[in-house]
C-alpha cells in the first residue's frame, strides 16, 4: 500500500471516533455491514490490526461522509 493510503486510511480513523460519537447510530455492527465486511472485520480495521482494502476504505470514507 502507497504511503498516501496509509494517510488516507489513518486520517479515516483517527475522525471516524468523532463522527461515530455524533451519530450513535453508527455501531462497529453498523458500519461493518453498510460497508459489506462482518463486524470482526471492522474491529480489526479500527484496532490497526488489519488494513481494509482501497475499495473497502473508500467505502467506510464515503459512509462517513470524507470527501
Known sequence: M???NLSFFFHIF???ENIKKS???YTQ???AKEI???RTTYTAYENGT???P???LSN???LLMFQ
Open 29 to 31: 455492527s453498523f458500519v
Open 54 to 56: 482501497i475499495d473497502t
Open 14 to 16: 483517527r475522525q471516524s
Open 36 to 38: 459489506g465486511v462482518a
Open 60 to 62: 467506510i470514507a464515503k
Open 50 to 52: 488489519k488494513m481494509p
Open 2 to 4: 502507497c504511503q498516501c
Open 23 to 25: 451519530k450513535p447510530e
